[in-house]
Every structure is written in structure tokens, then in C-alpha cells.
């Protein structure tokens, strides 16, 4: 007796469902880690650098 496909795709979406809210969390705790934070204010600032200006 082997498993019916109702049940396999059953726990496969359940599965799926708590993998997606797990990496979504652990991409907000990325985003949101104080070490990162300079990082990020770079990544941010860094069209704005002083290189960047229109030609004359």
C-alpha cells in the first residue's frame, strides 16, 4: 500500500508553506541584522556618489 497522490501533494503544499515562511523570515533577519547595517547604508548612498554628476 503505497501513498495516494491526495496525501503526497497534501504534505508537499504544508511543507512548502513552512519553507517559504522560514526563508522569508530569515531574509528579514538579514535585512534587519545590526552588523548589516553599514552595509546597506553603502548600498544606499552609493548612487549618490560624488562621481555621478551630469556632464557639462
Known sequence: M????????????????FYLI???IAATAYALWPSNAKRFEHAKNSILDDDD???K
Do not use: M, N, Q, R
Not at 503505497?2 to 508553506?17: M, Q
Open 53 to 55: 554628476k551630469p556632464l
Open 2 to 17: 503505497g501513498i495516494e497522490h491526495d496525501t503526497l501533494v497534501a504534505i508537499s503544499k504544508s511543507w512548502g508553506l
Open 22 to 24: 522560514a526563508l522569508a
